[in-house]
């Protein structure tokens, strides 16, 4: 079980789908579920910040930072963009060797849609926090 460490680069694979979170080689935009590949689009830097609990996720691929478009609900995709959304690590309560990614001081966190609907391209969204396995990702260190 890996601890999540800042300045470390990891591939986080969705527990429910065993697939991975992957920036589309296609539009190099849109943050998907993707079999993996080994692609510096699937590697994802974590630094946690100085001050306060939040974390940045960037893409080791493009650069681009994990992030939503818009105020935090229900089914809003995530993106690589090129601003720095705070996001809140937390070990799932559940199953420790899984963590849950939460937009920071919100209960919304990563999704893995259509109830971790394991086909390659399915979007990621924010969902509001439920037991659903495919809202907790394991962070293996490349």
């Known amino acids: ?3 999540i460490e800042s300045d470390t680069t990891y591939i986080l694979f969705n527990a ?3 697939n991975c979170v992957d920036l589309s080689g296609t539009d ?4 998907i579920g993707w079999d993996y590949n080994g692609g510096n689009n699937q590697k994802w830097r974590f630094e946690k910040l100085r001050s306060g609990p939040g974390w940045i996720i960037q893409n080791v691929g493009t650069g681009g930072y994990m992030s939503i478009m ?3 609900r229900d089914n809003v995709r995530v993106f690589g963009t ?3 959304t705070q996001w809140e690590v937390r070990r799932d309560a559940e199953d420790p060797s ?3 990614l939460l937009i920071l001081n919100t209960l919304f966190n990563l999704d893995l849609t259509d109830n971790g609907d394991p086909t390659p391209g399915n979007p990621l969204t924010i969902w509001g926090q ?12 490349v």
């Open 98 to 100: 899984c963590y849950r």
């Open 130 to 141: 439920w037991g659903g396995r495919n809202q907790c990702w394991r962070a293996e260190p």
């Open 82 to 84: 090129s601003t720095r």
């Open 16 to 18: 429910q789908a065993g």
């Open 70 to 72: 818009g105020q935090p």
């Open 28 to 31: 190099r935009m849109s943050v």
């Open 1 to 3: 079980m890996a601890t």
